[in-house]
């Protein structure tokens, strides 16, 4: 392979075509956006993820990286583009389905596509009929299998945001070709950086595989969510309890927290519901508490501000702290944040101060500009506010344990402070 074009420059197609390029494989980077275009092609990224703009810079530099917004003919094809939830939590291919009409007319016999979008079981084979709707000229595997001109797998990403270089070179990877010259073809593109073992099984079981990663860990997530509602009713310390369970040699409990966010665990689960809801209850049940938890927080902040307000405290002199907005830990992503949910919900009716602490971002949402949010040191914001809510476990938070005043009141989502040892 001499060229290969990647297709949506986002959080993990734009690390996989420098990973590509830092390889000396000429990569054409193909996104919808002039923003991500223009500033590829000057050496910056528009994400945060370490070590990224290093590779971007150096694979721009080099020759080896250029972005475009116009498909160009390759040899093979990496489609990395979002697969959202529709308002009522179906599967929105819309953007697959784009980038099949984008790279549908310069496909050339002997090419290889490979979907690595999360996606509903069927997908790929979904995508090898549009393409084939598109180039009648040109023979596909559900036509012609092993002998097809063009050659169609999936294959999943599974990195960390927040580790995605380390772990796209380190992980991995399952690998399912429509026919087995499709996967061998597959297999031997990401050996280019991939160091860990490449498995090859059906397209099917492939797509199947990313939804049960993230629908696992959906589910083991809602338990603990589930346990710390339990547990705050039955004036239990959840986290006690769950380090205790822990010490069982084959219990190994997740940390509750104030929601489940990120573009992905929140949202695969439900495609898996989506195509079979008479039996996946468990998923759905999963992700109905996890997308009740925040709600949950906010609940429990309101009545701590009714405390204050029975203590004698006018709501407008109430000033309340909120750690952490990401929506997980050490990152700066803002996608699909309970914690920006919970803060913007209590923002939204409460009468006196709200402050940020966020030491990842320099600057707040507009969501929290316009409601007169200010972003503000962890130290000036605790020795401010009267309610004080930890929302995110950031590394910075936690060896930071603050001295409170017996009037302070503090909800802490993540256990990092009021189960500190
Ligand atoms: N969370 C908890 N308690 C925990 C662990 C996580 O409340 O004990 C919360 C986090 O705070 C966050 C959410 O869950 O809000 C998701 O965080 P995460 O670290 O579990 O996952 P993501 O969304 O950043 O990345 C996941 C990963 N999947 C799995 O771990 C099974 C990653 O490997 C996938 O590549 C990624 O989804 C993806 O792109 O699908």
């Given at each position: 392979m001499?060229?290969?074009?990647?297709?949506?420059?986002?959080y993990?197609?734009?690390?996989t075509?420098?990973?590509?390029a830092?390889?000396?494989i000429?990569?054409?980077?193909?996104?919808?956006?002039?923003?991500?275009?223009d500033t590829?092609?000057?050496?910056d990224i528009?994400?945060?993820?370490?070590?990224?703009?290093?590779?971007?810079?150096?694979?721009?530099?080099a020759?080896?990286?250029?972005?475009?917004?116009?498909?160009?003919?390759?040899?093979?094809?990496?489609?990395?583009?979002?697969?959202?939830?529709?308002?009522?939590?179906k599967?929105?291919?819309s953007c697959?389905?784009?980038a099949a009409m984008?790279?549908?007319?310069?496909?050339?016999?002997?090419?290889?596509?490979i979907?690595e979008s999360?996606?509903?079981?069927?997908?790929?084979?979904?995508l090898?009929?549009?393409?084939?709707?598109?180039?009648?000229?040109?023979?596909?595997?559900?036509?012609?299998?092993?002998?097809?001109?063009?050659?169609?797998?999936y294959?999943?990403?599974?990195?960390?945001?927040?580790?995605?270089?380390?772990?796209l070179v380190?992980?991995?990877?399952?690998?399912?070709?429509?026919?087995?010259?499709?996967?061998?073809?597959?297999v031997?593109?990401?050996k280019?950086?991939v160091?860990?073992?490449?498995?090859?099984?059906?397209?099917?079981?492939?797509?199947?595989?990313?939804l049960?990663?993230?629908?696992?860990r959906?589910?083991?997530i809602?338990?603990?969510?589930?346990?710390s509602m339990?547990c705050?009713?039955?004036g239990?310390?959840?986290w006690e309890?769950?380090?205790l369970?822990?010490?069982h040699?084959?219990?190994n409990?997740?940390?509750?927290?104030?929601?489940?966010?990120?573009?992905?665990i929140?949202?695969?689960?439900?495609?898996?519901?989506?195509?079979?809801p008479?039996?996946?209850?468990?998923?759905?049940a999963?992700?109905?508490?996890n997308?009740a938890?925040?709600?949950?927080?906010?609940?429990q902040?309101?009545?701590?501000?009714?405390?204050?307000?029975?203590?004698?405290?006018?709501?407008?002199?109430?000033?309340?702290a909120?750690?952490?907005?990401?929506?997980k830990?050490?990152?700066?992503?803002?996608?699909?944040?309970p914690?920006?949910?919970v803060v913007?919900?209590?923002t939204?009716?409460?009468?006196?101060?709200?402050?940020?602490v966020?030491?990842?971002?320099?600057?707040?949402?507009?969501?929290?500009?316009r409601?007169?949010?200010?972003?503000?040191?962890?130290?000036?914001?605790?020795?401010?506010?009267?309610?004080?809510?930890?929302?995110?476990?950031?590394?910075?938070?936690?060896?930071?344990?603050?001295?409170?005043?017996s009037?302070q009141?503090?909800?802490?989502?993540?256990?990092?402070?009021?189960?500190a040892k």
């Open positions: 001499n060229t290969i074009s990647i297709v949506g420059l986002g993990i197609g734009l690390p075509a420098t990973l590509f830092a390889r000396k000429r990569v054409i980077g193909v996104d919808v956006s002039s923003h991500v275009v590829i092609n000057r050496g528009h994400i945060v993820e370490p070590e990224l703009d290093i590779l971007v810079q150096a694979a721009v530099s020759g080896y990286l250029r972005a475009t917004m116009q498909a160009e003919p390759a040899d093979a094809f990496v489609i990395a583009v979002p697969t959202p939830l529709t308002a009522d939590q599967p929105d291919l697959i389905q784009a984008s790279i549908g007319p310069v496909l050339r016999s002997g090419n290889l596509v979907l999360t996606s509903p079981v069927g997908t790929t084979e979904q090898a009929s549009w393409l084939a709707e598109i180039r009648t000229d040109l023979t596909f595997p559900h036509q012609a299998g092993d002998g097809s001109d063009i050659r169609i797998a294959c999943p990403e599974r990195v960390l945001p927040g580790r995605i270089v380390h772990e380190m992980n991995d990877r399952v690998i399912g070709g429509m026919t087995p010259n499709c996967s061998e073809a597959a031997s593109l990401y280019s950086f160091q860990g073992e490449c498995f090859v099984t059906t397209v099917r079981i492939a797509e199947m595989c990313k049960t990663e993230n629908s696992f959906d589910v083991n809602a338990f603990a969510n589930e346990l339990i705050d009713e039955q239990i310390n959840v309890l769950i380090r369970a822990n010490r040699p084959r219990v409990i997740l940390q509750p927290g104030c929601g489940v966010g990120g573009h992905c929140a949202v695969d689960p439900w495609f898996i519901v989506d195509s079979a008479t039996q996946a209850k468990l998923i759905r999963a992700r109905e508490v997308d938890k925040p709600e949950w927080v906010v609940r902040i309101e009545e701590a501000i009714e405390g204050l307000i029975r203590s004698g405290m006018a709501a407008k002199d109430i000033c309340i909120f750690l952490g907005i990401a929506y830990a050490n990152i700066d992503d803002l996608r699909e944040s914690a920006l949910a913007e919900a209590v939204a009716h409460h009468k006196g101060r709200v402050v940020v966020e030491p990842n971002r320099e600057a707040l949402p507009d969501s929290l500009v409601a007169e949010v200010f972003l503000m040191n962890l130290e000036e914001a605790v020795s401010r506010a009267h309610l004080i809510i930890l929302l995110v476990d950031h590394a910075a938070f936690k060896g930071a344990l603050p001295k409170l005043s009037k009141v503090l909800i802490d989502t993540r256990g990092i402070w009021s189960n």
